[in-house]
């Protein structure tokens, strides 16, 4: 499966972004999605994983309370709604896809069937 991710910009501190990944020529039926970010001389990190089961299961904890993932399947697409928003939250952020991997053990590290290219979200003090 192809995804895209849309939705970035540049915000100031405190507002909201939500960000969409679509998929392309197939389906999200049967995929764990995750949603990663990295700034600029940073390693990617994940941040939040909805898994087929729909469990959530979130990696990294800054972003807990303020982000969150929802999915919808019959529009093959996957959101994450990011509330306050801070400057650290500067980065590319990218959408994941990885058939089954309903504990999103293999997302948590970075392992996936498919990677977007990303939308730059800017936070502005």
């Known amino acids: 499966v192809q995804v895209a991710e849309s939705g970035g910009g540049l915000v100031q501190a405190g507002e909201s972004l939500r960000l969409s990944c679509t998929a392309s020529k197939l389906t999200f039926y049967g995929y764990s999605l995750a949603w990663f970010r990295q700034a600029p001389g940073k390693e990617r990190e994940g941040l939040v994983c909805?898994?087929?089961?729909?469990?959530?299961?979130y990696f990294l904890d800054s972003v807990k309370g303020r982000f969150t993932i929802s999915r919808d399947i019959a529009k093959n697409s996957l959101y994450l709604q990011m509330n306050s928003l801070k400057p650290e939250d500067t980065a590319m952020y990218y959408c994941?896809?990885?058939?089954?991997?309903?504990?999103?053990?293999?997302?948590?590290?970075?392992?996936?069937?498919?990677w977007g290219q990303g939308t730059q979200v800017t936070v502005a003090s």
């Open positions: 909805i898994a087929w089961s729909g469990n959530v299961t």
């Open positions: 994941a896809a990885d058939v089954g991997d309903d504990g999103c053990y293999g997302l948590r590290h970075g392992i996936a069937n498919s």
